[in-house]
C-alpha cells in the first residue's frame, strides 16, 4: 500500500527504528538530502493566458478581422451576473513584458504563457453553441487563446509588436532572471469539420514556408481518405468516441483537427516547430492534451528535443485525478515527463475551497513514498485555471491555499487574477478566462490575497529546503498542518520547519518530532530559537496564517537522519 510519511506512521514503528540508529560519523552528516535535483523545481510560475492579460499594444488587436466573423470582442450572455467573451481581447507580448516586475515582485520567477502559433482569422461556425458550464462547445468562439493551430511555425499576429516578438519577450524574461514556459499543443489543430462552409485557415496546416501540408476539407474524420489524399495523411479518421463506449482518449475532440500520431511527418512537423520556439528562448514546456497521443510519440518527441537541448523541462495536461494514470507520462519510456497533479488539485479545492475539509485530506495526493511517479517533487502543482472553475474559495481560502502552494513538495503554478481571486468559481463561458489588465493589476495590488501571496513566496524563493527539499510530515489534521522541508546537497544544508494555520482562531504549535537542536530563525518575522538536546519548538500561528523556522546547518540528529534515509529511499521509482 502506497503511504506517505505521516505522523501515523511515523508513530507506528518509524521512530522506534530511529531509537537504535547508530551515532553517525563526520561522513554520513554531510550525506545528501533532497527531493529533487531538478533545476526547473526551483522555479513558482504565473500562469498568463495572454490574450487575457494585458492590452499593451492596440495596434495588434486586428479589431476589423473577420468581416462578417469577425474576432474581437465577442461577448456571451451572462452566466449568474457576469459575461463571458469569446473573441479576442488585445492581451499580446507587450502586456506581459510591461508587467514583469509585477509578476516578479509576487515572488514567480517563471511566466507560463498560452500557444503562440497563428490561428484561424475567423470565428468558427461549426459545433455546438457555448452555455454557461458548457465545456468543449466551440460555436462562434475565435483562437484567442493559442490552441488552433494552423501553421505552428509562424507567431500569431495578435501577439507581437514591433520590438517586442517572442524572442524579445524571453530576453526580457531572462534579464530579469525569469524563465519563459511555452503551452504546446501536440495532437490537434484548428477545428475542422461541421462548418457552415469551408472556411478559410480551420482545420489546414502550413509549413514553415508557408506551403499547405494538411486540409481536413470540412469533412468527418470518418469521411477522409489518406490513401489517396495526401493533404488527408496528418489526419486521423477516428469519429467522436462516447465515454461510455470506449476511451475518448481514442476519437476526435469538439471537432478538432486529430494529428495523426503514427505518421512520422506529424512528429516532424511538431517537432521541429518546437525547436524552432526553444532556439528563440523558450526554457520549458507546458504539453496540453498529452494522454491524446500515446507514450511511444512523447517518447520520440522529448527524446528529440533533449538530444539539443539536455535536460529541457515539460510538463504534461493529463486532466485526471487517479494519480496511477497520470504518473505513466513521467515513466522511463513514456514521455518522462513531468504532470500538472490534478489529484493534489482536488484535493485543495476540498481544503481549501468551500467544503472546508480537513489537512488530512491532502496527505493521500502526496505520495511521498511508494507513490506512482518516477519523482513527486517533479510535479506541478495547482488548485485551477482555464479549463476549469475557477478555485471557488474566500479571500482566507486562497491564502490558506498559497501557504500550502509554496511550502509543500511540487513547483506552484497559479493562474492570472488568483492574486486577487479574480473571478473565483466561474467557469470558462462565465468569466474563468475574462480580461485583466492594468486595472485588474492595481486592484490586485491593493487584496489581502495578493500580500500574503508575496510573502510566501518570496520567502520560497530564497529557500532551497522549500523548493526542492524531502518533505516529512508531522501533522496533517484539520485546520493544522506541520512539516519539515530538508535540503543538503552541494554545499547547502538546510532544514525547513513548516507551520500551517488555516482555522479562524490563533494555533498554538508545540514541536519536538524529529527536531535538530540548534539556532532555529524564521525569515518571516525575524525571530529565532535557540532548541536545545531533547527540547521542544514552540510557536503561535496567527488564524490564516504561516511560519517557518529554518536551520542552516548539516542534519545530525539520528532520528530525523533515519526518517530521510527512509524518505529518500521511497520517493523515487528505481
Known amino acids: 500500500m502506497r503511504r506517505s510519511l ?123 453553441a457555448p452555455t454557461c458550464g458548457g465545456i468543449l462547445a466551440d460555436k462562434g468562439k475565435t483562437g484567442y487563446h493559442g490552441y488552433w493551430g494552423v501553421n505552428f511555425y509562424k507567431v500569431d499576429e495578435h501577439l507581437p509588436s514591433p520590438g517586442m516578438g517572442f524572442r524579445d519577450l524571453s530576453k526580457a524574461m531572462h534579464a530579469k532572471g525569469m524563465k519563459l514556459v511555452l503551452d504546446i499543443v501536440g495532437n490537434h489543430g484548428s477545428p475542422a469539420w461541421g462548418m ?142 513531468s504532470v500538472l497533479d490534478f489529484p493534489m488539485k482536488q484535493a485543495m479545492e476540498g481544503v481549501f475551497g468551500r467544503k472546508q475539509q480537513g489537512f488530512e485530506r491532502m496527505a493521500e495526493s502526496l505520495h511521498l513514498t511508494g507513490g506512482p511517479y518516477a519523482n513527486p517533487y517533479d510535479l506541478a502543482t495547482f488548485y485551477d485555471n482555464h479549463d476549469m472553475p475557477r478555485l471557488d474559495a474566500s479571500d482566507n481560502g486562497f491564502i490558506d491555499a498559497h501557504n500550502w502552494l509554496f511550502t509543500a513538495r511540487g513547483i506552484p503554478v497559479v493562474y492570472y487574477g488568483s492574486e486577487m481571486g479574480f473571478m473565483r468559481g466561474r467557469p470558462e463561458h462565465g468569466g474563468n478566462r475574462n480580461y485583466f489588465g492594468v486595472d485588474g493589476i492595481a486592484q490586485a495590488s491593493k487584496s489581502p490575497i495578493h500580500a500574503a501571496l508575496t510573502r510566501i513566496a518570496n520567502l520560497r524563493a530564497n529557500t532551497p529546503a522549500l523548493q526542492r527539499g524531502v518533505q516529512l510530515d508531522i501533522e496533517l489534521q484539520g485546520n493544522r498542518a506541520a512539516f519539515y522541508r530538508v535540503y543538503q546537497h552541494a554545499g547547502v544544508h538546510q532544514i525547513a520547519l513548516v507551520l500551517l494555520n488555516k482555522g479562524d482562531a490563533e494555533a498554538a504549535f508545540s514541536i519536538d518530532s524529529l527536531l535538530q537542536a540548534g539556532r532555529w530563525h524564521s525569515p518571516l518575522d525575524a525571530s529565532t530559537q535557540q532548541v536545545a538536546t531533547g527540547g521542544k ?14 536551520l542552516d546547518a548539516p542534519v545530525t540528529n539520528t532520528a530525523l537522519a533515519s526518517a530521510l534515509n527512509v524518505a529518500m529511499a521511497g520517493a523515487r521509482l528505481p
Request: charged letters at 15%; glycine letters at 10%.
Open 6 to 128: 505521516t505522523l501515523s506512521i511515523l508513530a507506528s514503528g518509524l521512530l522506534a527504528a530511529c531509537a537504535f540508529a547508530a551515532p553517525r560519523n563526520h561522513a554520513q552528516a554531510t550525506q545528501d538530502y533532497y527531493g529533487t535535483l531538478e533545476p526547473f523545481a526551483s522555479q513558482a510560475v504565473y500562469f498568463v493566458m495572454t490574450d487575457r492579460f494585458v492590452n499593451g499594444d492596440p495596434a495588434n488587436d486586428q479589431r476589423d478581422q473577420g468581416g462578417a466573423l469577425h474576432t474581437f470582442n465577442i461577448p456571451l450572455p451572462p452566466c449568474n451576473g457576469v459575461s463571458g467573451n469569446i473573441g479576442y481581447m488585445g492581451g499580446d507580448f507587450k502586456g506581459i513584458a510591461d508587467h514583469l516586475d509585477y509578476i516578479h515582485a509576487m515572488g514567480f520567477t517563471s511566466v507560463w504563457i498560452t500557444p503562440i502559433v497563428d490561428n484561424p482569422d475567423e470565428s468558427f461556425t461549426g459545433g455546438v
Open 196 to 337: 457552415a462552409f469551408d472556411q478559410p485557415q480551420f482545420g489546414k496546416l502550413y509549413d514553415q514556408t508557408g506551403k499547405l501540408v494538411a486540409d481536413h476539407q470540412n469533412l468527418p474524420p470518418q469521411q477522409l481518405d489518406p490513401v489517396h489524399n495526401p493533404l488527408h495523411r496528418f489526419y486521423n479518421t477516428r469519429g467522436p468516441v462516447d465515454g461510455d463506449k470506449g476511451s475518448i482518449f481514442d476519437g476526435n475532440l469538439a471537432q478538432l483537427s486529430d494529428l495523426n500520431e503514427h505518421n512520422p511527418d506529424v512528429l516532424n512537423y511538431l517537432a521541429g516547430a518546437y525547436e524552432q520556439w526553444i532556439e528563440q528562448g523558450a526554457d520549458a514546456f507546458r504539453i496540453d492534451t498529452i494522454a491524446w497521443m500515446p507514450d511511444r510519440f512523447w517518447q520520440q518527441f522529448t527524446t528529440r528535443i533533449r538530444s539539443k537541448h539536455p535536460g529541457f523541462f515539460m510538463f504534461g495536461e493529463a486532466f485526471d485525478y487517479n494519480a496511477n494514470t497520470i504518473a505513466q507520462h513521467t515513466l522511463r519510456g513514456h514521455g518522462e515527463t
Open 537 to 550: 519548538l514552540e510557536a503561535r500561528v496567527p488564524a490564516h496564517g504561516v511560519q517557518v523556522f529554518v
